[in-house]
Structure formats: C-alpha cells, structure tokens
Nanobody, 116 residues
Framework: QVQLVESGGGLVQPGGSLRLSCVAS????????MGWYRQAPGMERELVAT???????NYTDSVKGRFTISRDDAKSTVYLAMNSLKPEDTAVYYC??????????WGKGTLVTVSS
C-alpha cells in the first residue's frame, strides 16, 4: 500500500500561487498513476490533474494553463503548482494514487482558500 500525505494548502489572494506536495510513504512506482482531486463545499469531488509513471499528464479544462502536475520519484513526491488562482479554485485538495492492483489510495486533503 501507499500512504499519502498532502501539504502546502493555505489562504492566498486571487491571482496568487501555491504549490501542493504529496509525499507517498511507500514506493511511488507501485502506483501506475497519481493525481489530485478537489472538493469544494457542497460540490462533488472532481479530478484536477493526473500524471503517469511515464510522465504523461492530464488536466481538467478549468485549470489548463494555470496548474502543473509533476513528480519526483526519488522523493516519492507529487506536486501541484497552482498559478493565477481564482476564488472558484477554493476547495480541499486530495492526493490520489491508482495502484497496479487496481486499488485507489487517498490522502486526507489540504485546504486551499482563494480570497481577498
């Protein structure tokens, strides 16, 4: 199994930037894909971005050109760099891992608040 711990959330003004980190306790390469989801108050959890072991990435339309997902396998860490943040980006951001076994692993989430 892989345990996931997120960090880097906080309060930021519109137009600002944050970088989220997700550290995996196990071997990150046991996951065939990792990514970030988010859940705003009263809303369903939605996929934000994913990255495969061979660095293929995918983004939801609302964050394309503003967010960048990356990974450092040596540090067992996945990052989400978020620029030009908007109030509608406010949500709890969850790190996610799809294991080769087919199981999903989730972190506990980190809160991002975009407000002036």
């Amino acid at each position: 199994q892989v345990q996931l711990v997120e960090s880097g959330g906080g309060l930021v003004q519109p137009g600002g930037s944050l970088r989220l980190s997700c550290v995996a306790s196990g071997n990150i390469l046991s996951s065939k894909m990792m990514g970030w989801y988010r859940q705003a108050p009263g809303m369903e959890r939605e996929l934000v971005a994913t990255i495969t072991n061979w660095r293929s990435t995918n983004y939801t339309d609302s964050v394309k050109g503003r967010f960048t997902i990356s990974r450092d396998d040596a540090k067992s860490t996945v990052y989400l760099a978020m620029n030009s943040l908007k109030p509608e980006d406010t949500a709890v951001y969850y790190c996610w891992s799809k294991l080769y076994s087919g199981n999903d692993q989730w972190g506990k989430g980190t809160l991002v608040t975009v407000s002036s």
